[in-house]
């Protein structure tokens, strides 16, 4: 499968716990984005990353939010102690580094929180 | 205020008929991309086309097709000959800037569309 593959597709973690959502994207692509989509809403931006670096992360929550893109293996979005508020969609989408260029996404991951 | 606003909440069409998904957008860049996206009951992000704001023609993929109307800030999907598979929650989008803000994207609160038979 050549598409963005994000992992696991459902995550369940009780109150307090820390959740770590995976995300590969296509092959050829360097840029990587997180999207939240809470129920009955649209996608809305979290975070934009190249290998090693975090380009903008205006969308991400100041406190328990955190993300990487390393040099080898997939990006990570991090969530710490997470609360209930937490319970969404979370989205990783793939580009490459061409201007208007379409966004691949992956299938998502349903984050539950206990 | 919104830069994607898609005014349909929901749409119904008749099974091989033509629908159209509106959608407005605001930004005052001269650059600038609009996607659609539908995601079905299953949850995943699709991609149907794309429709740049220098493009002199406009943008067809398939049964997609997007008028694009640069001076009123619309881009409205067309689906012509509706299926039962269309059935879907459909996003607008928007890219803003040049390469230097990326290609993150700008979503519309979504239309949800049911195709009847």
């Known amino acids: 499968n050549a598409g963005v593959m994000q992992n696991p597709r459902h995550l369940v973690r009780r109150r307090g716990q820390e959740a770590r959502l995976r995300c590969s994207p296509m092959k050829g692509h360097s840029h990587v984005y997180w999207y939240r989509q809470l129920p009955e809403e649209g996608l809305k931006f979290m975070v934009y990353l190249q290998k090693e670096n975090i380009i903008d992360e205006s969308g991400m929550p100041k406190e328990r939010f955190s993300a990487e893109f390393p040099k080898e293996g997939p990006s990570i979005l991090r969530i710490q102690q997470v609360v209930r508020g937490d319970s969404a969609a979370y989205f990783c989408?793939?580009?490459?580094?061409?201007?208007?260029?379409?966004?691949?996404f992956g299938d998502g991951t349903r984050l539950s929180i206990l | 205020a919104q830069k994607i606003t898609q005014t349909q909440p929901g749409m119904f069409v008749q099974e091989k008929e033509a629908v159209t998904l509106d959608c407005t957008y605001d930004?005052?860049?001269?650059?600038?991309?609009l996607f659609w996206y539908k995601q079905p009951s299953s949850g995943e992000m699709i991609f149907l086309i794309y429709q740049g704001s220098y493009d002199q023609q406009n943008a067809t993929e398939g049964r997609y097709s997007l008028n694009f109307q640069k001076a009123r800030k619309s881009a409205n999907l067309v689906i012509s000959a509706s299926q039962l598979g269309d059935s879907a929650m459909y996003f607008c989008?928007?890219?803003?800037?040049?390469?230097?803000?990326?290609?993150?994207?700008?979503f519309g609160a979504g239309t949800i569309l049911r195709v009847k038979s």
């Open positions: 930004t005052s860049d001269p650059s600038y991309g």
């Open positions: 989408a793939s580009s490459t580094d061409r201007i208007n260029q379409p966004q691949h």
């Open positions: 989008a928007m890219r803003e800037g040049g390469t230097e803000y990326g290609n993150k994207l700008v």
